[in-house]
């Protein structure tokens, strides 16, 4: 292929997220705090580092370590599921020989536990990277520079690097790593709104493997 790495990006990415994850923090809200937590601040807060987003949604109203456990309490009630060939994607790549990591705004922990109760071969991960693991985020695409670092040791430059991602920061970051970048419209982006910034977008993750195989 083309590309001899391809990393993604996790929610309404591989995962099913944003519909779930906005009902259990509009639950954790009320239930805990007596927020009434709309959509419009969700999703002006969506896609930030998991724990100064919760402080924000909850309002500052508990101390941090409260919060986070607020949200835990509840998580079993709101699972994220996985994405439409979620899956089969990331075992295609695999299969083809191409390293597969996942670099997320959500905690690491959670990231692979969701990860793992799904499916995902992750033990076959060069690199599951969470909020929590790194002190850059996007759309800083110092992001990459671990990444970048462990793909470069095994020869792998980083214009042979894809990132897949719903979201205009996962663009940002790639584009301005160097590395490429093809959106999924599966979060609340549009194709067209992917293309007007310069960004290649396809529908789902299957028709992305397509095109990944007709780039030889």
């Not at 835990?72 to 996985?82: A, I, T």
């Not at 194709?191 to 397509?210: D, M, N, W, Y």
């Amino acid at each position: 292929m083309k590309y001899k790495a391809v990393l993604f990006d996790l929610d309404d990415t591989l995962l099913k997220t944003a519909v779930i994850k906005w009902a259990h923090h509009k639950a954790v809200a009320k239930q805990f705090y007596d927020i009434d937590l709309t959509d419009d601040v969700l999703a002006k807060h969506w896609g930030m580092p998991f724990e100064p987003m919760i402080a924000i949604l909850y309002q500052g109203a508990d101390t941090p370590e409260n919060m986070l456990k607020a949200n835990v309490s509840l998580e079993d009630q709101f699972l994220k599921e996985v994405q439409e060939d979620g899956l089969a994607t990331v075992n295609a790549l695999l299969d083809a020989g191409v390293e597969v990591g996942v670099i997320t705004s959500t905690l690491g922990s959670r990231a692979r536990n969701d990860l793992m109760r799904l499916g995902f071969p992750i033990d076959q991960f060069f690199l599951l990277q969470g909020a929590d693991d790194e002190p850059v985020h996007k759309p800083d695409p110092g992001v990459f520079e671990k990444a970048l670092k462990l793909l470069s040791e095994k020869g792998i430059a980083r214009q042979e690097v894809l990132y897949i991602g719903d979201a205009l920061m996962d663009y940002y970051a790639s584009r301005d790593a160097g590395m490429g970048f093809i959106g999924v419209t599966t979060g609340f982006v549009a194709q067209g709104q992917f293309e007007r910034e310069g960004a290649q977008a396809c529908s789902s993750l299957a028709e992305i493997v397509r095109a990944l195989q007709a780039w030889r």
